[in-house]
């Protein structure tokens, strides 16, 4: 059998990964269309992840609704200056 994940076939890549799925740093920003250096600030700020440096992962499932209430959180702070 031909798998597409390992087949080499780059369509596999632009599809959005599955809910629960582990990205590395870079698959993250990408998927949330953010810089790596954006992606750290939210790490400092809470953002779940896993692992250590070089080894950190992060969980879609955990990352969406934490990105969706921090932005919106923010979003709330800017409105009430």
Do not use: C, F
């Not at 890549?13 to 990205?23: F, H």
């Not at 949330?32 to 779940?48: E, H």
């Not at 955990?62 to 921090?70: L, Q, S």
């Amino acid at each position: 059998m031909n798998n597409p994940k390992t087949s080499g076939d780059t369509a596999t890549n632009d599809l959005a990964p599955e809910t629960g799925a582990l990205l590395t740093s870079r698959e993250l920003a990408h998927e949330l269309k953010i810089s790596i250096r954006t992606l750290l600030r939210w790490r400092a700020a809470g953002l779940p992840s896993m692992g250590k440096r070089k080894m950190t992962r992060y969980d879609l499932g955990e990352v969406r609704p934490w990105v969706r209430n921090y932005l919106g959180s923010a979003q709330d702070k800017r409105l009430k200056r």
